[in-house]
């Protein structure tokens, strides 16, 4: 079995899968002068996630839909994960990763809502890059940590894990954005999936 340890998602790790909203970590490479916007009560930073629609005209795909996703945190996963190079880790467990999954003509953004980021990780995200037949490449997987604020978008065709909810809490609402063909006649322009038994594992350490 191929087992992988999850890292934390940055801007810079993510960056081959996609790309990511991550405020503290932009904020933090900028200066007073920039608080810039509302009148100097609010700072913006502008283009910081791709967001992009790669259906061809001829399927009619004109704006991308705003979908709600409640993600429900599995009970081996109701805890406090932490990085493999963090100190103090106790104990550690596996978890299987059953199917990637690819949208091959939209990105697709994820927005986490209505937790604290002081709760810790929130969410894992695991994705593998496309091979030359656009078959995950699974020397490319990766997994990442995520915090509650941080926004991720997996570039189209990208594949990845269906969402991966951590932490002590029930659930986790995200708002999904994504353009869909939504032709019960081709539902591959919208969805392919591969499915794994027994191949893939995340190592989570806590």
């Not at 079995?1 to 934390?8: A, H, L, T």
């Not at 791709?50 to 979908?67: A, L």
Request: with cysteine.
């Amino acid at each position: 079995m191929q087992s992988i340890s999850p890292i934390p998602l940055s801007v810079a790790s993510f960056g081959k899968f996609g790309s990511i909203v991550s405020p503290d970590e932009e904020i933090s490479k900028l200066d007073s002068s920039q608080k810039n916007a509302n009148q100097g009560t609010a700072i913006k930073i502008s283009k910081v996630s791709n967001i992009s629609n790669q259906f061809s005209e001829n399927h009619g795909v004109k704006n991308p839909n705003c979908n709600l996703f409640r993600c429900f945190t599995k009970l081996p996963l109701q805890k406090s994960f932490k990085c493999c190079d963090s100190d103090n880790l106790s104990d550690s467990l596996h978890y299987e990763i059953k199917v990637l999954e690819k949208h091959p003509f939209s990105t697709q953004t994820f927005i986490p809502m209505g937790r604290a980021t002081a709760s810790g990780y929130a969410y894992l995200v695991v994705t593998a890059l496309p091979d030359k037949a656009g078959e995950p490449d699974l020397s490319s997987l990766n997994a990442f940590l995520c915090k509650p604020n941080q926004v991720v978008t997996y570039g189209a065709g990208v594949w990845h894990a269906p969402m991966i909810v951590v932490g002590k809490e029930e659930h986790l609402d995200f708002a999904v954005i994504i353009n869909e063909l939504l032709d019960d006649r081709k539902p591959e322009c919208d969805l392919q999936e591969r499915f794994y038994d027994g191949q893939l594992a995340l190592q989570l350490h806590y």
